[in-house]
Protein backbone atom coordinates (compact mmCIF):
# COMPACT_ATOMS: atom_id res chain seq x y z
CA UNK A 1 0.00 0.00 0.00
CA UNK A 2 0.81 3.58 -0.41
CA UNK A 3 2.68 5.01 2.17
CA UNK A 4 0.23 7.34 3.47
CA UNK A 5 1.77 10.86 4.43
CA UNK A 6 0.69 12.02 7.90
CA UNK A 7 1.58 15.40 8.90
CA UNK A 8 4.44 17.29 7.70
CA UNK A 9 7.33 17.54 9.68
CA UNK A 10 7.79 20.98 11.42
CA UNK A 11 10.26 23.09 13.76
CA UNK A 12 12.49 23.81 11.38
CA UNK A 13 10.82 27.13 10.54
CA UNK A 14 8.72 30.01 12.10
CA UNK A 15 5.13 30.67 10.55
CA UNK A 16 2.45 33.12 11.11
CA UNK A 17 0.85 31.93 14.33
CA UNK A 18 4.40 31.89 15.92
CA UNK A 19 4.81 35.52 15.13
CA UNK A 20 1.82 36.35 17.35
CA UNK A 21 -1.44 38.62 16.57
CA UNK A 22 -0.29 39.73 13.04
CA UNK A 23 -1.87 43.13 11.45
CA UNK A 24 -2.93 43.00 7.99
CA UNK A 25 -0.27 43.96 5.20
CA UNK A 26 -1.63 43.06 1.99
CA UNK A 27 0.30 41.59 -1.05
CA UNK A 28 3.27 40.40 1.60
CA UNK A 29 1.66 36.43 1.49
CA UNK A 30 3.15 35.51 -1.92
CA UNK A 31 6.00 38.47 -1.91
CA UNK A 32 8.60 35.49 -2.80
CA UNK A 33 6.82 33.17 -4.56
CA UNK A 34 7.46 33.51 -8.33
CA UNK A 35 10.88 33.24 -6.91
CA UNK A 36 10.69 30.08 -5.09
CA UNK A 37 12.91 27.49 -7.28
CA UNK A 38 11.47 24.36 -9.17
CA UNK A 39 11.85 20.86 -6.93
CA UNK A 40 15.08 19.70 -8.37
CA UNK A 41 15.52 15.79 -9.35
CA UNK A 42 18.49 14.11 -7.73
CA UNK A 43 21.43 12.54 -9.45
CA UNK A 44 19.80 9.11 -9.91
CA UNK A 45 23.77 7.55 -8.84
CA UNK A 46 22.86 9.42 -5.62
CA UNK A 47 19.79 8.21 -5.20
CA UNK A 48 20.39 4.68 -5.71
CA UNK A 49 23.47 5.03 -3.30
CA UNK A 50 21.73 6.26 -0.48
CA UNK A 51 18.90 3.54 -0.55
CA UNK A 52 21.30 1.42 -0.31
CA UNK A 53 22.34 2.73 2.83
CA UNK A 54 18.63 3.16 3.86
CA UNK A 55 17.88 -0.46 3.49
CA UNK A 56 20.92 -2.02 4.97
CA UNK A 57 19.80 -1.90 8.29
CA UNK A 58 16.56 -3.36 7.69
CA UNK A 59 17.99 -6.60 5.66
CA UNK A 60 19.89 -9.80 6.33
CA UNK A 61 23.42 -9.88 4.62
CA UNK A 62 21.75 -12.29 2.01
CA UNK A 63 18.80 -10.47 1.32
CA UNK A 64 20.96 -7.07 0.88
CA UNK A 65 23.40 -8.67 -1.82
CA UNK A 66 20.89 -9.45 -3.68
CA UNK A 67 19.35 -5.58 -3.50
CA UNK A 68 22.70 -4.65 -4.13
CA UNK A 69 22.76 -6.68 -7.75
CA UNK A 70 18.88 -5.43 -8.40
CA UNK A 71 19.97 -1.90 -7.61
CA UNK A 72 23.33 -1.95 -9.97
CA UNK A 73 21.44 -3.56 -12.60
CA UNK A 74 18.42 -0.69 -12.33
CA UNK A 75 21.36 1.83 -12.19
CA UNK A 76 23.91 1.14 -15.10
CA UNK A 77 24.63 3.17 -17.70
CA UNK A 78 22.16 3.28 -20.83
CA UNK A 79 19.84 0.77 -18.86
CA UNK A 80 16.24 1.30 -17.52
CA UNK A 81 16.96 3.73 -14.79
CA UNK A 82 18.47 6.04 -16.81
CA UNK A 83 15.75 5.73 -19.17
CA UNK A 84 13.16 6.35 -17.05
CA UNK A 85 15.62 9.70 -15.35
CA UNK A 86 15.80 11.31 -18.62
CA UNK A 87 11.96 10.66 -18.82
CA UNK A 88 11.62 11.92 -15.58
CA UNK A 89 13.88 15.71 -16.51
CA UNK A 90 11.71 15.91 -19.32
CA UNK A 91 8.83 15.91 -17.53
CA UNK A 92 10.12 18.44 -14.84
CA UNK A 93 11.02 20.56 -17.49
CA UNK A 94 7.44 21.02 -18.31
CA UNK A 95 5.58 21.65 -14.92
CA UNK A 96 6.14 24.29 -11.97
CA UNK A 97 6.56 21.31 -9.89
CA UNK A 98 7.14 17.15 -11.54
CA UNK A 99 6.10 15.45 -8.53
CA UNK A 100 2.86 17.73 -6.66
CA UNK A 101 -0.14 16.26 -9.06
CA UNK A 102 1.36 12.83 -9.25
CA UNK A 103 1.49 12.85 -5.51
CA UNK A 104 -2.44 14.70 -4.99
CA UNK A 105 -3.40 11.83 -7.15
CA UNK A 106 -1.58 8.56 -5.89
CA UNK A 107 -1.01 9.57 -1.94
CA UNK A 108 -4.51 10.59 -1.85
CA UNK A 109 -7.24 10.74 -4.39
CA UNK A 110 -6.56 7.28 -5.29
CA UNK A 111 -6.76 6.08 -2.21
CA UNK A 112 -9.66 4.18 -1.74
CA UNK A 113 -9.57 3.03 2.01
CA UNK A 114 -11.79 5.78 4.41
CA UNK A 115 -10.56 8.56 5.17
CA UNK A 116 -11.26 8.42 8.51
CA UNK A 117 -8.33 7.24 10.24
CA UNK A 118 -6.27 6.24 7.52
CA UNK A 119 -5.57 9.56 5.86
CA UNK A 120 -7.20 12.18 8.13
CA UNK A 121 -4.94 13.32 11.48
CA UNK A 122 -7.18 14.53 14.41
CA UNK A 123 -5.78 17.39 16.80
CA UNK A 124 -6.81 17.58 20.60
CA UNK A 125 -6.69 21.58 21.75
CA UNK A 126 -6.38 22.00 25.21
CA UNK A 127 -9.24 21.58 26.96
CA UNK A 128 -11.94 24.96 27.30
CA UNK A 129 -13.96 25.66 30.91
CA UNK A 130 -17.62 24.51 29.40
CA UNK A 131 -20.07 23.92 31.69
CA UNK A 132 -23.48 24.65 29.88
CA UNK A 133 -25.03 24.82 26.50
CA UNK A 134 -24.17 29.01 26.89
CA UNK A 135 -20.68 28.36 27.61
CA UNK A 136 -20.44 26.10 24.31
CA UNK A 137 -22.04 28.49 22.33
CA UNK A 138 -20.05 31.63 23.09
CA UNK A 139 -17.02 29.58 23.10
CA UNK A 140 -17.97 28.38 19.65
CA UNK A 141 -18.84 31.59 18.68
CA UNK A 142 -15.30 33.43 19.28
CA UNK A 143 -13.73 30.26 17.70
CA UNK A 144 -15.27 31.28 14.68
CA UNK A 145 -14.57 34.64 14.61
CA UNK A 146 -10.46 33.30 15.35
CA UNK A 147 -10.96 31.25 11.82
CA UNK A 148 -12.57 34.78 10.33
CA UNK A 149 -9.82 36.52 11.74
CA UNK A 150 -7.22 34.23 10.03
CA UNK A 151 -9.12 34.03 6.91
CA UNK A 152 -9.16 38.05 6.99
CA UNK A 153 -5.31 37.50 6.79
CA UNK A 154 -5.43 34.88 3.81
CA UNK A 155 -7.93 37.08 2.28
CA UNK A 156 -5.86 39.59 1.79
CA UNK A 157 -2.43 38.17 1.47
CA UNK A 158 -1.38 39.33 4.36
CA UNK A 159 0.18 36.38 6.04
CA UNK A 160 4.11 37.12 6.93
CA UNK A 161 5.84 34.36 4.45
CA UNK A 162 6.94 31.15 6.57
CA UNK A 163 10.46 30.44 6.66
CA UNK A 164 12.71 27.41 7.10
CA UNK A 165 16.51 28.11 7.96
CA UNK A 166 15.71 31.82 6.74
CA UNK A 167 14.52 30.55 3.38
CA UNK A 168 11.02 31.70 2.19
CA UNK A 169 8.65 28.72 1.92
CA UNK A 170 5.83 28.20 -0.60
CA UNK A 171 2.57 29.57 0.59
CA UNK A 172 -0.21 28.05 -1.73
CA UNK A 173 -1.74 25.82 0.53
CA UNK A 174 -3.16 28.46 2.65
CA UNK A 175 -5.38 28.78 -0.37
CA UNK A 176 -6.50 24.99 0.16
CA UNK A 177 -7.20 25.00 3.63
CA UNK A 178 -10.37 27.33 4.26
CA UNK A 179 -13.73 26.69 1.66
CA UNK A 180 -12.41 23.35 0.35
CA UNK A 181 -13.50 19.65 -0.13
CA UNK A 182 -12.60 16.63 -1.21
CA UNK A 183 -15.24 14.81 -3.83
CA UNK A 184 -15.89 11.27 -4.04
CA UNK A 185 -15.70 9.34 -6.84
CA UNK A 186 -16.11 5.83 -7.74
CA UNK A 187 -12.69 5.22 -8.91
CA UNK A 188 -11.15 8.22 -8.29
CA UNK A 189 -11.66 11.62 -6.13
CA UNK A 190 -11.26 15.09 -6.69
CA UNK A 191 -10.93 18.04 -4.90
CA UNK A 192 -12.17 21.62 -4.82
CA UNK A 193 -11.12 24.60 -3.30
CA UNK A 194 -13.29 28.09 -3.60
CA UNK A 195 -10.26 30.92 -2.83
CA UNK A 196 -11.66 34.28 -1.72
CA UNK A 197 -9.82 35.91 -5.10
CA UNK A 198 -12.72 34.56 -7.38
CA UNK A 199 -16.49 36.19 -7.53
CA UNK A 200 -18.92 34.60 -5.54
CA UNK A 201 -16.23 33.50 -2.87
CA UNK A 202 -18.45 31.66 0.23
CA UNK A 203 -19.44 33.69 2.86
CA UNK A 204 -21.09 30.94 4.81
CA UNK A 205 -19.98 27.71 7.40
CA UNK A 206 -21.87 24.33 7.97
CA UNK A 207 -22.77 23.59 11.43
CA UNK A 208 -23.57 20.25 12.86
CA UNK A 209 -25.64 19.13 15.46
CA UNK A 210 -27.32 15.74 15.84
CA UNK A 211 -26.18 15.11 12.92
CA UNK A 212 -28.37 17.94 10.84
CA UNK A 213 -26.22 19.90 8.60
CA UNK A 214 -27.19 23.52 8.63
CA UNK A 215 -25.51 26.35 6.20
CA UNK A 216 -24.64 29.25 8.59
CA UNK A 217 -23.64 33.12 7.34
CA UNK A 218 -21.15 34.13 8.76
CA UNK A 219 -20.54 37.28 6.59
CA UNK A 220 -22.70 39.92 5.71
CA UNK A 221 -23.40 41.08 2.18
CA UNK A 222 -19.90 43.13 2.00
CA UNK A 223 -17.93 40.04 3.57
CA UNK A 224 -17.80 41.70 6.89
CA UNK A 225 -17.50 39.34 9.75
CA UNK A 226 -20.63 39.02 11.90
CA UNK A 227 -20.54 40.02 15.45
CA UNK A 228 -19.99 37.54 18.34
CA UNK A 229 -23.79 38.24 19.71
CA UNK A 230 -25.20 37.86 15.85
CA UNK A 231 -22.83 34.33 15.66
CA UNK A 232 -24.23 33.29 19.19
CA UNK A 233 -27.63 33.86 17.89
CA UNK A 234 -26.92 31.83 14.70
CA UNK A 235 -25.66 28.30 16.97
CA UNK A 236 -28.65 29.12 19.34
CA UNK A 237 -30.98 28.68 16.08
CA UNK A 238 -29.55 25.51 15.51
CA UNK A 239 -29.85 24.36 18.78
CA UNK A 240 -33.12 25.35 19.20
CA UNK A 241 -33.61 23.61 15.30
CA UNK A 242 -32.53 20.23 16.09
CA UNK A 243 -33.90 18.79 19.51
CA UNK A 244 -33.75 15.30 18.03
CA UNK A 245 -31.31 13.24 16.01
CA UNK A 246 -31.59 12.88 12.44
CA UNK A 247 -30.55 10.24 9.95
CA UNK A 248 -26.75 9.93 10.26
CA UNK A 249 -26.13 11.09 6.72
CA UNK A 250 -22.61 12.54 7.40
CA UNK A 251 -21.43 8.67 7.84
CA UNK A 252 -21.66 7.82 4.12
CA UNK A 253 -18.24 9.84 4.35
CA UNK A 254 -16.69 7.55 6.52
CA UNK A 255 -17.24 4.49 4.39
CA UNK A 256 -14.58 3.01 2.01
CA UNK A 257 -14.09 5.74 -1.03
CA UNK A 258 -15.58 3.84 -3.92
CA UNK A 259 -18.71 2.70 -2.11
CA UNK A 260 -19.32 6.51 -0.88
CA UNK A 261 -18.55 7.78 -4.48
CA UNK A 262 -21.20 5.22 -5.93
CA UNK A 263 -23.95 6.69 -3.72
CA UNK A 264 -22.68 10.35 -3.80
CA UNK A 265 -22.77 9.95 -7.80
CA UNK A 266 -26.64 8.93 -7.61
CA UNK A 267 -28.21 11.22 -4.72
CA UNK A 268 -26.50 13.55 -6.80
CA UNK A 269 -29.09 13.63 -10.07
CA UNK A 270 -31.75 14.73 -7.26
CA UNK A 271 -31.62 18.68 -7.25
CA UNK A 272 -32.08 19.24 -3.33
CA UNK A 273 -29.06 16.46 -2.47
CA UNK A 274 -26.69 18.09 -4.98
CA UNK A 275 -27.73 21.23 -3.38
CA UNK A 276 -27.06 20.49 0.20
CA UNK A 277 -23.49 18.72 -1.54
CA UNK A 278 -22.84 22.16 -2.99
CA UNK A 279 -23.53 24.15 0.09
CA UNK A 280 -21.06 21.83 2.29
CA UNK A 281 -18.60 21.39 -0.27
CA UNK A 282 -18.23 25.49 -0.33
CA UNK A 283 -18.39 26.19 3.30
CA UNK A 284 -15.54 27.97 4.89
CA UNK A 285 -15.28 25.00 7.07
CA UNK A 286 -17.84 23.06 9.50
CA UNK A 287 -18.38 23.47 12.86
CA UNK A 288 -19.55 20.12 14.82
CA UNK A 289 -21.56 21.34 17.89
CA UNK A 290 -21.43 17.93 19.54
CA UNK A 291 -23.28 15.92 22.40
CA UNK A 292 -22.22 14.85 25.72
CA UNK A 293 -20.51 11.34 24.94
CA UNK A 294 -19.42 8.96 27.57
CA UNK A 295 -15.75 9.52 28.34
CA UNK A 296 -14.18 5.25 27.85
CA UNK A 297 -10.79 6.19 28.34
CA UNK A 298 -9.21 7.07 31.89
CA UNK A 299 -7.05 10.09 30.12
CA UNK A 300 -9.39 13.30 28.87
CA UNK A 301 -7.11 13.84 26.33
CA UNK A 302 -7.92 10.20 24.73
CA UNK A 303 -11.24 10.26 25.13
CA UNK A 304 -10.82 13.75 22.71
CA UNK A 305 -8.65 12.01 20.31
CA UNK A 306 -11.19 9.37 19.34
CA UNK A 307 -13.88 12.01 19.11
CA UNK A 308 -10.87 14.19 16.16
CA UNK A 309 -10.05 10.80 14.45
CA UNK A 310 -13.46 9.61 14.11
CA UNK A 311 -16.33 11.11 16.42
CA UNK A 312 -16.43 8.55 19.04
CA UNK A 313 -18.35 5.73 17.13
CA UNK A 314 -21.67 5.71 15.89
CA UNK A 315 -23.33 6.10 19.13
CA UNK A 316 -21.63 9.28 19.66
CA UNK A 317 -20.33 12.01 17.14
CA UNK A 318 -19.68 9.72 14.23
CA UNK A 319 -22.73 10.95 12.59
CA UNK A 320 -22.21 14.22 13.17
CA UNK A 321 -19.51 14.82 11.31
CA UNK A 322 -18.82 15.38 7.27
CA UNK A 323 -14.92 14.07 6.48
CA UNK A 324 -14.52 15.04 3.20
CA UNK A 325 -14.66 18.75 4.73
CA UNK A 326 -10.96 20.03 4.63
CA UNK A 327 -11.74 21.60 8.39
CA UNK A 328 -14.32 20.65 10.58
CA UNK A 329 -13.86 22.05 14.34
CA UNK A 330 -15.97 20.35 17.12
CA UNK A 331 -16.82 21.76 20.49
CA UNK A 332 -18.13 19.31 22.99
CA UNK A 333 -20.05 20.01 26.22
CA UNK A 334 -17.60 18.82 28.43
CA UNK A 335 -14.46 21.11 27.30
CA UNK A 336 -13.42 18.61 24.70
CA UNK A 337 -12.13 20.93 21.28
CA UNK A 338 -10.54 20.15 18.35
CA UNK A 339 -10.35 19.19 14.41
CA UNK A 340 -10.51 17.03 11.93
CA UNK A 341 -8.90 17.78 8.61
CA UNK A 342 -9.20 15.92 5.55
CA UNK A 343 -5.42 15.77 4.20
CA UNK A 344 -5.20 15.39 0.46
CA UNK A 345 -4.80 19.56 -0.15
CA UNK A 346 -2.07 20.51 2.87
CA UNK A 347 0.42 19.30 4.91
CA UNK A 348 0.27 20.13 9.04
CA UNK A 349 1.84 23.88 8.77
CA UNK A 350 -0.88 25.91 7.69
CA UNK A 351 -3.10 24.27 9.82
CA UNK A 352 -1.37 24.34 12.84
CA UNK A 353 -1.25 27.99 12.03
CA UNK A 354 -4.67 28.44 11.75
CA UNK A 355 -5.27 26.66 14.96
CA UNK A 356 -2.73 28.42 16.91
CA UNK A 357 -3.78 31.30 15.68
CA UNK A 358 -7.69 31.00 16.17
CA UNK A 359 -7.14 29.62 19.75
CA UNK A 360 -4.84 33.57 20.90
CA UNK A 361 -7.48 35.44 19.19
CA UNK A 362 -10.73 33.56 20.90
CA UNK A 363 -8.71 33.82 24.27
CA UNK A 364 -8.14 37.42 23.98
CA UNK A 365 -10.93 38.63 22.42
CA UNK A 366 -13.21 40.50 24.73
CA UNK A 367 -16.39 38.26 26.32
CA UNK A 368 -19.11 40.83 24.84
CA UNK A 369 -22.10 39.02 24.20
CA UNK A 370 -24.29 41.71 24.93
CA UNK A 371 -24.20 44.43 21.81
CA UNK A 372 -27.36 45.39 20.11
CA UNK A 373 -26.79 44.27 16.47
CA UNK A 374 -29.04 43.33 13.28
CA UNK A 375 -30.22 40.00 12.86
CA UNK A 376 -28.04 37.97 10.45
CA UNK A 377 -30.24 35.99 8.14
CA UNK A 378 -31.38 32.74 9.92
CA UNK A 379 -29.75 29.15 9.48
CA UNK A 380 -31.08 27.22 6.58
CA UNK A 381 -31.35 23.32 6.98
CA UNK A 382 -29.92 20.95 4.46
CA UNK A 383 -32.21 17.99 3.06
CA UNK A 384 -31.19 14.87 1.68
CA UNK A 385 -33.73 12.68 -0.04
CA UNK A 386 -32.15 9.63 0.61
CA UNK A 387 -33.34 6.04 -1.08
CA UNK A 388 -33.10 2.45 0.20
CA UNK A 389 -29.87 2.16 -1.33
CA UNK A 390 -28.15 4.99 1.18
CA UNK A 391 -30.15 4.32 3.74
CA UNK A 392 -28.97 0.40 3.88
CA UNK A 393 -25.06 2.18 2.85
CA UNK A 394 -25.18 4.07 5.83
CA UNK A 395 -26.34 1.11 8.52
CA UNK A 396 -23.27 -0.71 7.17
CA UNK A 397 -21.29 2.39 7.41
CA UNK A 398 -22.31 2.21 11.28
CA UNK A 399 -20.63 -0.97 11.96
CA UNK A 400 -17.66 -0.18 10.20
CA UNK A 401 -17.09 3.00 12.28
CA UNK A 402 -17.99 0.75 14.99
CA UNK A 403 -15.67 -2.43 14.07
CA UNK A 404 -12.81 0.62 13.61
CA UNK A 405 -13.36 2.13 16.70
CA UNK A 406 -12.88 -1.06 18.28
CA UNK A 407 -9.76 -1.85 16.28
CA UNK A 408 -7.98 1.32 17.26
CA UNK A 409 -5.77 1.49 20.08
CA UNK A 410 -5.19 5.06 21.13
CA UNK A 411 -2.75 6.20 23.86
CA UNK A 412 -1.99 9.84 24.47
CA UNK A 413 1.37 9.96 26.55
CA UNK A 414 2.00 13.49 28.49
CA UNK A 415 5.99 12.62 29.44
CA UNK A 416 6.30 14.83 32.22
CA UNK A 417 10.12 14.39 32.69
CA UNK A 418 11.60 16.90 30.41
CA UNK A 419 10.97 18.75 27.61
CA UNK A 420 12.93 20.09 24.24
CA UNK A 421 14.79 22.25 26.67
CA UNK A 422 16.90 18.93 27.71
CA UNK A 423 18.10 18.08 24.29
CA UNK A 424 18.78 21.55 23.97
CA UNK A 425 20.96 21.85 27.01
CA UNK A 426 22.77 19.04 25.40
CA UNK A 427 23.20 20.75 21.99
CA UNK A 428 21.04 18.32 20.31
CA UNK A 429 17.79 19.04 17.77
CA UNK A 430 15.20 17.85 19.99
CA UNK A 431 13.58 15.90 16.93
CA UNK A 432 16.49 13.91 16.27
CA UNK A 433 16.60 13.63 19.79
CA UNK A 434 13.32 12.04 19.61
CA UNK A 435 13.43 10.23 16.11
CA UNK A 436 16.54 8.20 17.78
CA UNK A 437 14.34 7.65 21.26
CA UNK A 438 11.24 6.09 19.34
CA UNK A 439 14.06 3.60 17.25
CA UNK A 440 15.68 2.38 20.42
CA UNK A 441 11.97 1.82 21.78
CA UNK A 442 11.06 -0.45 18.85
CA UNK A 443 14.36 -2.28 18.94
CA UNK A 444 13.85 -2.67 22.83
CA UNK A 445 10.39 -4.56 22.11
CA UNK A 446 11.25 -6.12 18.77
CA UNK A 447 15.16 -6.83 18.64
CA UNK A 448 15.51 -5.33 14.97
CA UNK A 449 14.71 -1.45 13.12
CA UNK A 450 12.26 -1.15 11.67
CA UNK A 451 11.11 1.15 8.67
CA UNK A 452 10.30 4.62 9.84
CA UNK A 453 8.97 7.64 7.89
CA UNK A 454 8.82 11.27 8.89
CA UNK A 455 7.45 13.90 6.84
CA UNK A 456 9.82 16.35 5.77
CA UNK A 457 9.07 19.80 4.16
CA UNK A 458 9.53 20.46 0.13
CA UNK A 459 7.95 23.76 0.73
CA UNK A 460 10.89 25.62 -0.33
CA UNK A 461 10.26 25.10 -4.05
CA UNK A 462 7.24 26.07 -5.92
CA UNK A 463 4.17 24.10 -4.57
CA UNK A 464 5.79 21.29 -2.52
CA UNK A 465 4.88 18.84 -0.49
CA UNK A 466 6.40 16.43 1.42
CA UNK A 467 9.26 13.59 1.30
CA UNK A 468 10.19 10.49 3.70
CA UNK A 469 12.84 10.77 6.41
CA UNK A 470 13.79 7.46 6.89
CA UNK A 471 14.92 7.48 10.37
CA UNK A 472 16.17 3.86 10.74
CA UNK A 473 19.55 3.99 9.91
CA UNK A 474 23.01 2.14 10.15
CA UNK A 475 23.79 4.52 13.14
CA UNK A 476 20.68 4.53 14.84
CA UNK A 477 20.81 0.67 14.64
CA UNK A 478 24.68 0.62 16.26
CA UNK A 479 23.51 2.77 18.93
CA UNK A 480 20.04 0.88 19.63
CA UNK A 481 22.25 -2.30 19.65
CA UNK A 482 24.77 -0.41 22.27
CA UNK A 483 21.68 0.59 24.62
CA UNK A 484 20.55 -3.46 24.64
CA UNK A 485 24.73 -4.38 25.34
CA UNK A 486 25.14 -4.82 29.21
CA UNK A 487 28.73 -4.13 28.91
CA UNK A 488 29.02 -1.17 26.73
CA UNK A 489 29.97 1.72 28.49
CA UNK A 490 27.63 4.82 28.94
CA UNK A 491 30.52 7.20 27.08
CA UNK A 492 30.86 4.88 24.46
CA UNK A 493 26.48 5.06 24.28
CA UNK A 494 26.85 8.54 24.52
CA UNK A 495 29.05 8.72 21.33
CA UNK A 496 26.83 6.63 19.41
CA UNK A 497 23.54 8.47 20.50
CA UNK A 498 25.27 11.30 19.27
CA UNK A 499 26.42 9.85 15.98
CA UNK A 500 22.59 9.01 15.03
CA UNK A 501 21.64 12.12 15.84
CA UNK A 502 24.00 13.72 13.15
CA UNK A 503 22.77 11.29 10.77
CA UNK A 504 19.07 11.82 11.50
CA UNK A 505 19.93 15.75 10.93
CA UNK A 506 22.10 14.64 7.33
CA UNK A 507 19.36 12.53 5.86
CA UNK A 508 16.77 15.43 7.06
CA UNK A 509 18.73 18.40 5.67
CA UNK A 510 19.02 15.84 1.88
CA UNK A 511 15.44 15.33 2.29
CA UNK A 512 14.60 18.96 2.54
CA UNK A 513 16.35 20.32 -0.21
CA UNK A 514 15.22 17.53 -2.66
CA UNK A 515 17.60 15.10 -2.43
CA UNK A 516 15.30 12.88 -0.74
CA UNK A 517 14.99 9.42 -2.22
CA UNK A 518 11.21 7.84 -1.70
CA UNK A 519 9.93 10.75 -3.86
CA UNK A 520 12.30 10.28 -6.61
CA UNK A 521 11.86 6.62 -6.70
CA UNK A 522 8.07 6.96 -6.59
CA UNK A 523 8.40 9.31 -9.75
CA UNK A 524 10.64 6.69 -12.05
CA UNK A 525 8.00 4.21 -11.20
CA UNK A 526 5.33 6.46 -12.06
CA UNK A 527 7.10 7.62 -15.33
CA UNK A 528 7.67 4.12 -16.22
CA UNK A 529 4.11 3.33 -16.06
CA UNK A 530 2.67 6.03 -17.50
CA UNK A 531 5.15 5.12 -20.58
CA UNK A 532 3.31 1.74 -20.60
CA UNK A 533 6.52 -0.34 -19.29
CA UNK A 534 6.58 -2.68 -17.04
CA UNK A 535 7.63 -1.93 -13.29
CA UNK A 536 10.82 -1.88 -12.94
CA UNK A 537 12.65 -5.19 -10.99
CA UNK A 538 13.99 -3.05 -8.27
CA UNK A 539 10.39 -2.06 -7.32
CA UNK A 540 9.62 -5.15 -7.14
CA UNK A 541 12.35 -6.50 -4.78
CA UNK A 542 12.10 -7.36 -1.15
CA UNK A 543 14.15 -4.48 0.49
CA UNK A 544 11.77 -1.66 -1.90
CA UNK A 545 8.58 -3.63 -0.36
CA UNK A 546 10.06 -4.09 3.05
CA UNK A 547 11.57 -0.65 3.88
CA UNK A 548 8.31 1.30 2.20
CA UNK A 549 6.16 -0.90 4.60
CA UNK A 550 6.39 1.52 7.49
CA UNK A 551 5.88 -0.05 10.59
CA UNK A 552 6.01 3.50 12.06
CA UNK A 553 4.90 6.18 11.17
CA UNK A 554 5.96 9.36 12.80
CA UNK A 555 5.41 13.11 12.47
CA UNK A 556 6.52 16.38 14.44
CA UNK A 557 4.07 18.67 14.68
CA UNK A 558 5.59 21.62 17.25
CA UNK A 559 2.77 24.37 18.17
CA UNK A 560 2.30 27.42 20.57
CA UNK A 561 -0.50 25.66 22.12
CA UNK A 562 -0.20 22.42 23.96
CA UNK A 563 -1.52 20.59 21.70
CA UNK A 564 -1.55 17.02 20.79
CA UNK A 565 -2.48 15.74 16.99
CA UNK A 566 -2.94 12.04 16.62
CA UNK A 567 -3.43 9.64 13.34
CA UNK A 568 -3.47 5.84 12.50
CA UNK A 569 -1.17 3.74 11.64
CA UNK A 570 -0.22 3.33 7.79
CA UNK A 571 0.04 -0.65 8.05
CA UNK A 572 -1.89 -3.14 9.83
CA UNK A 573 1.39 -4.56 11.80
CA UNK A 574 2.53 -0.69 12.26
CA UNK A 575 2.46 2.42 14.57
CA UNK A 576 1.59 5.88 13.95
CA UNK A 577 2.94 8.18 16.26
CA UNK A 578 2.66 11.93 16.43
CA UNK A 579 4.26 14.39 19.25
CA UNK A 580 4.32 18.11 19.99
CA UNK A 581 7.53 19.00 22.16
CA UNK A 582 6.73 21.40 24.81
CA UNK A 583 9.42 23.53 26.65
CA UNK A 584 9.15 21.55 29.95
CA UNK A 585 7.30 18.36 28.26
CA UNK A 586 6.50 16.34 25.35
CA UNK A 587 3.30 15.39 24.27
CA UNK A 588 3.22 12.26 22.26
CA UNK A 589 -0.24 10.56 20.66
CA UNK A 590 0.65 6.78 19.26
CA UNK A 591 -1.91 4.45 18.08
CA UNK A 592 -1.85 0.99 16.98
CA UNK A 593 -4.51 -1.74 15.66
CA UNK A 594 -6.01 -4.34 18.24
CA UNK A 595 -6.36 -6.45 15.56
CA UNK A 596 -2.56 -6.85 14.94
CA UNK A 597 -1.13 -9.29 17.59
CA UNK A 598 2.38 -8.33 17.22
CA UNK A 599 1.69 -4.24 18.12
CA UNK A 600 0.34 -2.54 21.22
CA UNK A 601 0.48 1.66 21.81
CA UNK A 602 0.33 1.35 25.55
CA UNK A 603 3.39 -1.13 25.61
CA UNK A 604 5.34 1.11 23.08
CA UNK A 605 4.68 4.46 25.08
CA UNK A 606 5.17 3.14 28.32
CA UNK A 607 8.69 1.71 26.83
CA UNK A 608 9.16 4.74 25.08
CA UNK A 609 9.02 6.89 28.18
CA UNK A 610 11.92 4.21 29.63
CA UNK A 611 13.96 4.80 26.35
CA UNK A 612 13.75 8.45 27.22
CA UNK A 613 14.76 8.34 30.34
CA UNK A 614 17.81 5.89 30.06
CA UNK A 615 18.54 8.60 27.19
CA UNK A 616 18.90 11.50 29.25
CA UNK A 617 20.37 9.11 32.00
CA UNK A 618 23.36 8.50 29.49
CA UNK A 619 24.13 12.10 28.20
CA UNK A 620 24.09 13.18 32.09
CA UNK A 621 27.10 10.55 32.44
CA UNK A 622 29.02 12.31 29.29
CA UNK A 623 29.41 15.97 28.60
CA UNK A 624 27.96 17.45 25.57
CA UNK A 625 30.72 18.54 22.82
CA UNK A 626 29.71 20.00 19.65
CA UNK A 627 25.95 21.20 18.87
CA UNK A 628 24.12 18.69 16.46
Known amino acids: MMQMPKVLKMGLGKTAASLGRVKPQPGRMFLHQ ?77 FRSPVVVNVSPGIVCPRENINSESDQLKFASKFI ?104 VGLLTTAHRNTWGK ?28 SSSSQTEQNFSAHVARQALYGGGSGSNSGNRWYDKTIQ ?73 DSLAGDLQLT ?53 RTDT ?10 FCKAMEESGTKPSEKAMLFRKAILSHKEYTNLAINGDGIDRHLLGLKLIAIEQGENVPDLFMDTAYTQSSHFNVSTSQVPAKHDLVMCFGPVVPDGYGICYNPRQNHLNFAVSAFNTSPETDSDVFAKRLTESLLEIRDVLESAPPTAKL
Request: with cysteine; net charge neutral.
Open 34 to 110: KSLARLPIPPLQQTLYRYLLSVEPLLSKEDFETTKKVVEDFGKPNGVGQRLQMALVKRAKKLDNWLSQWWLSVAYLE
Open 145 to 248: SGVLDFKHLIDTNSLPVDQMGGQPLCMDQYYKVLAACRIPGPRKDDLVFYPPNKPDAPKHIIVAHKNHFYTVDVMDKEGVPLTLSQLYSQLKFVLEASTQPEIP
Open 263 to 290: VYKRLNKDPTNAKSFDDIKRAIFLLCLD
Open 329 to 401: FFVSPNGGTGLTYEHSGAEGPPIITLVDHTLAYAHSIADDFSAMTVDAPAPKKLNFNLDLDALDTIEEAKQEI
Open 412 to 464: VLPFKYYGKDFPKSQKLSPDAFIQIAIQLTYYKIYGRSAATYESASLRKYQYG
Open 469 to 478: IRSASIASNA
